[in-house]
Every structure is written in C-alpha cells, then in structure tokens.
C-alpha cells in the first residue's frame, strides 16, 4: 500500500520517564494499492512508544486501532 496523504490530531505524548515518550494521536489516512487508482480512506488511533538512545529517538512500539462512530470532534 501507498500512503497518499494523511492527518494527525488530538495529538498527546507522555513521559513516564526522561528516556521514554508514548504519543497517542488519530489519524486521517488515505491510501492505495501500488499502481491503482482506487484509494481507501481510513481513521485510525495510533499509539507509539518511543525511546531515548545513545542515537536518538527510536519508535520501539507502534499500534494502530479503527476509530469508532464516537469519537469527539
């Protein structure tokens, strides 16, 4: 799949400690099979855990969930 275009909000991060960041988010995305046209639009909610190394900020977890009918606008 090609991600065509996508938008994050109700972005959050917490830091349970100074070497670790989980963020939470929703997402808008559309995407597409590899050479079609057709595109599938999706909302999702992500969450991503992210730690602090000797090289930087790596995602070490990522999930993602289909947003229901009752999410608040």
């Known amino acids: ?36 046209s057709e595109k599938t639009e999706q909302e999702m909610n992500d969450t991503s855990t992210w730690i602090r190394t000797s090289d930087g900020w790596k995602c070490v977890m990522h999930t993602e969930t289909p947003a229901g009918d009752d999410r608040k606008s």
Do not use: C, I, W
């Not at 090609?2 to 960041?21: G, H, K, Q, R, Y």
């Open 1 to 36: 799949m090609v991600l065509e275009s996508f938008e994050l909000t109700d972005m959050d991060v917490v830091f349970p400690n100074a070497t670790t960041a989980v963020a939470t988010y929703h997402a808008r995305q559309k995407l597409a099979a590899r050479g079609k």
